[in-house]
Each structure stands twice: as structure tokens, then as C-alpha cells.
């Protein structure tokens, strides 16, 4: 029986909770995601959990943080005065923005905190810091 390698383009169903069980994202209902094992497109948890899966296996591994989108870092974390935002912008807790690093890169950011003169972004994955918990079902190996 065929069993997944590194380097084999798998497609899999899944779906992601965090230890509290709620959902984050699930493949449930739609088209089963595709990619090469071990080629750096998933988390590094997700490809360790596929590694060695047969044809229509199942399982449910929980991935610490450290293998997941890494620990939350408080250097992503900045203060930023309102004025530097664009006019139209009126800033909220939650809300996505787009900032540009010195070599020109667009980073997506997290307004944290809001204040008189000031917001708190924060640069970090949304579950930066979060152990997941992942429903794998591999459906198709090349």
C-alpha cells in the first residue's frame, strides 16, 4: 500500500480547532487542498502528520504552537501614531491592515489596541502562539 513521502503532491480534507474546539478553517464541503509534502507550502506539524498516511486514512494530531505558525512575538507588537494612518481609514480593534517593511514588503497587521493619539499593531499570525488540533483525511496521492 502507497503511503505518503516527502515530495509526493497529496490532496487531503481537513479541518483545524484550536484546543478549545472551535473551527478555524475546514476543507469540509469543498474541494480537498492540494500541495508537495515537506516543500515548506504547510505548517511543518501538518507535513510531519501526513508523512507516512495511506490512501483514505484518517487521524487527529494536535500540532504544538512551535510547529504551527510559531510562539507569539512581542517585537511584532508596535505602537503607531493615528497620523501615519491614510485619512480614510478609521481605525478598530480587529481590524486588517497592510504595512510596508523596510525592503518594500507588504506585511498583513492586526489593529490591537486603539487609543487618543495611537494604535497597537500587531504583526503576528493570528495563531501565533495557539497549539492546533487538525482532522486529516488524505484522498489522493501522485
Same mark, same amino acid.
Given at each position: 500500500?502507497?503511503? *505518503?513521502?516527502?515530495?509526493?503532491?497529496?490532496?487531503?480534507?481537513?479541518?483545524?480547532?484550536? /484546543?478549545? %474546539?472551535?473551527? &478555524?478553517?475546514?476543507?469540509?464541503?469543498?474541494?480537498? @487542498?492540494? &500541495?508537495? *509534502?515537506?516543500?515548506?507550502?504547510?505548517?511543518?506539524? &501538518?507535513?510531519?502528520?501526513?508523512?507516512?498516511?495511506?490512501?483514505?486514512?484518517?487521524?487527529?494530531?494536535? @500540532?504544538?504552537?512551535?510547529?504551527?505558525?510559531g510562539e507569539h512575538n512581542?517585537?511584532?507588537?508596535?505602537?503607531?501614531?493615528?497620523?501615519?494612518?491614510?485619512?480614510?481609514? *478609521?481605525?478598530?480593534?480587529?481590524?486588517?491592515?497592510?504595512?510596508?517593511?523596510?525592503?518594500?514588503?507588504? @506585511?498583513?497587521? /492586526?489593529i490591537v489596541e486603539v487609543?487618543?493619539?495611537?494604535?497597537?499593531?500587531?504583526?503576528?499570525?493570528?495563531?501565533? %502562539?495557539?497549539?492546533?488540533? &487538525?482532522e486529516i483525511e488524505v484522498?489522493?496521492?501522485?
Amino acid at each position: 500500500m502507497t503511503k *505518503v513521502k516527502a515530495n509526493d503532491v497529496i490532496k487531503v480534507h481537513y479541518t483545524g480547532k484550536l /484546543t478549545n %474546539g472551535e473551527v &478555524f478553517d475546514s476543507s469540509v464541503g469543498k474541494d480537498p @487542498i492540494e &500541495f508537495t *509534502v515537506a516543500s515548506g507550502q504547510m505548517i511543518k506539524g &501538518f507535513d510531519d502528520a501526513v508523512d507516512g498516511m495511506a490512501l483514505n486514512e484518517k487521524k487527529t494530531v494536535e @500540532i504544538p504552537a512551535a510547529d504551527a505558525y510559531g510562539e507569539h512575538n512581542q517585537d511584532m507588537v508596535q505602537t503607531v501614531p493615528k497620523e501615519n494612518l491614510p485619512s480614510e481609514i *478609521v481605525p478598530e480593534i480587529g481590524q486588517q491592515l497592510s504595512a510596508t517593511a523596510d525592503n518594500g514588503q507588504q @506585511i498583513p497587521v /492586526t489593529i490591537v489596541e486603539v487609543n487618543k493619539k495611537d494604535i497597537k499593531i500587531d504583526a503576528n499570525h493570528a495563531l501565533a %502562539g495557539k497549539d492546533l488540533i &487538525f482532522e486529516i483525511e488524505v484522498v489522493e496521492i501522485a
